[in-house]
């Protein structure tokens, strides 16, 4: 098989692999790891294309990467995943099967989101006989995303696939029959996944990854973000049990999340139990993780997922700890999730690769066989066309995440204006104020919304437990310049895995913002 350029795009690196597969093993060839841009890439979305092609270029002309057939791997909070049983009916119709429920499967604006599946497995027999398949959506920007990167760089797109895929699709390839947990720690986010028999039986993404631990290594230590991720990879920043320690303490919200979704699986599958338990991914690189991990589960190991199916070029002298680093990569030819876009854009890319090649043989019968003038006018029309066809595709990719870029600059803008407005001083004393909050802010909570009145902000948040909402509270009433700080609308909610997640407001009330 030829080999395939895997790329996968994250808040803090961009990885590159050129990949073949043989039977059952991955043929790793080259690999390349380069420092995403600058507030270019947030949870998946890429915010600087530009910045973004340029980092990937230079890396592949630097490391001479010479595949031209690529796959993108994502991985996002927003993507989301459902599984559901099916009738047994061939591939198309399940497919207009899923296509036309799938406003009942996420609570999502379908319009925005790209829809696939994979069939897990049949269950049953005969009449009874059904199927159980994992619909997943992803974020129709950060799809249309891969595809505009991919094309600008000169690269045949053949797939974007899911991060969570790619990964259990090696995992299937290291693992027996037995019941395993695999955790996949992921930059922003991690896909905790229970296998038996090799399928895929549940599968949850946390929104919690090792950035999170990073920036709490840069608040704590006072150091910026490369030197924080630096740390994590060679002191043991990580004790084996929950304590005092930030650092230690920042990782309980992926934990209990791990623990709730065992706990689900095993109430409904008549007590089934965890026989092995992996971890992989930017986990590799946390020391103290894995003991971590085995002290706070009560099972029988935890240890990084071995890699014995990879075969990596002698050149690349990757350790077994870096190369779980590029599971999402490796994984990603194997079995892709599949998210196309639109049918005209796919029509489109088809066209144009056709006709180049029909250019290309056409020209060399031509040269061969005729003077140089006739081939070389034929060359410069069917030039001139697969340009202008490929003006179409750019317009087709770029249109919606121009206007997407522009409607949220545009309601950003307003919330910046509206946050100046309330102070007397348009100097950086409301600057001091968001940066109290970011300080502030328990790392398990998120605003979701805020809304702003003469003399204070009302805002919309969401934590892991009411501890963390008291935490929260208490260090705002300690600001000097906050009158004060009333909660309300205090609610708890629970998904199906068993994750719990507490909804409050807040309004903080304030005079003037005190001076730097």
């Given at each position: 098989m030829a080999n395939i350029l895997t790329i996968s795009i994250g808040s803090m690196s961009i990885k590159l692999c050129e990949v073949s597969y043989s039977g059952n093993s991955i043929h790793l060839q080259k690999a390349a790891v380069i420092r995403t841009p600058e507030d270019s890439v947030e949870d998946g979305f890429i915010k600087d294309e530009l910045a973004v092609i340029d980092a990937i270029q230079q890396s592949l002309t630097v490391n001479k990467f010479e595949a031209k057939t690529a796959i993108f791997t994502i991985f996002s909070s927003r993507i989301a995943s459902k599984e559901i049983t099916a009738p047994d009916v061939k591939d198309n119709k399940l497919t207009q099967l899923i296509t036309a429920n799938a406003g009942d499967y996420f609570p999502v604006n379908i319009d925005e989101y790209i829809i696939t599946h994979k069939t897990l497995e049949q269950i049953g027999a005969g009449k009874e006989k059904q199927l159980r398949v994992l619909v997943l959506a992803a974020p129709k920007e950060i799809v249309m995303s891969c595809y505009s990167i991919g094309y600008k760089l000169g690269l045949y797109v053949e797939r974007v696939d899911y991060a969570g895929n790619s990964?259990?699709?090696?995992?299937?390839?290291?693992?027996?029959?037995?019941?395993?947990?695999?955790?996949?720690?992921?930059?922003?986010?991690?896909?905790?996944?229970?296998?038996?028999?090799?399928?895929?039986?549940?599968?949850?993404?946390?929104p919690y990854g090792k950035s999170m631990v990073v920036q709490t290594i840069v608040e704590e230590k006072g150091i910026d973000e490369y030197e924080a991720e630096e740390m994590l990879g060679t002191e043991e920043l990580i004790h084996d049990h929950f304590d005092d320690d930030p650092i230690t303490n920042s990782l309980r919200?992926?934990?209990?999340?791990?623990?709730r979704v065992v706990e689900y699986y095993v109430s409904r599958h008549d007590g089934d139990r965890i026989e092995k338990a992996y971890i992989t991914g930017a986990s590799a690189e946390m020391l103290g993780v894995e003991q971590l991990f085995v002290n706070e589960f009560d099972f029988p190991v935890m240890e990084t997922l071995p890699m014995h199916n990879v075969v990596a070029a002698g050149t690349l002298m990757l350790t077994e700890r870096v190369m779980p680093r590029f599971?999402?990569?490796?994984?990603?030819?194997?079995?892709?999730?599949?998210f196309i876009p639109n049918e005209e854009i796919e029509k489109v890319n088809k066209e144009v690769d056709f006709k180049l090649l029909n250019l290309l043989l056409f020209g060399s019968v031509m040269v061969a066989i005729v003077i140089i003038a006739i081939p070389l006018i034929q060359y410069m029309t069917a030039k001139s066309q697969r340009n202008s066809m490929?003006?179409?595709?750019?317009?087709?990719i770029e249109v919606e995440a121009v206007m997407n870029d522009y409607y949220n600059a545009k309601d950003k803008l307003g919330d910046m204006q509206n946050f100046y407005a309330l102070t007397e001083n348009a100097d950086d004393s409301m600057g001091k104020f968001i940066k109290d909050m970011e300080t502030y802010m328990p790392a398990d909570s998120a605003v979701t919304a805020l809304s702003i009145a003469a003399g204070s902000v009302n805002f919309n948040i969401t934590a892991a437990s009411k501890e963390s909402v008291a935490k929260f509270i208490i260090q705002l009433?300690?600001?000097?310049?906050?009158s004060d700080v009333v909660a309300g609308a205090l609610s708890e909610s629970e998904d199906t895995s068993g994750v719990k997640t507490v909804n409050y407001t807040l309004t903080c009330t304030f005079t003037k913002v005190a001076e730097e």
């Open positions: 990964a259990v699709q090696v995992a299937k390839r290291e693992i027996g029959a037995e019941t395993t947990l695999v955790v996949q720690i992921q930059e922003d986010n991690s896909t905790i996944n229970i296998l038996k028999n090799n399928v895929l039986q549940l599968q949850r993404i946390v919200y992926l934990t209990n999340n791990i623990g599971i999402a990569n490796l994984g990603a030819g194997i079995s892709p999730a599949d490929q003006e179409k595709v750019n317009e087709i009433k300690n600001l000097d310049y906050v």
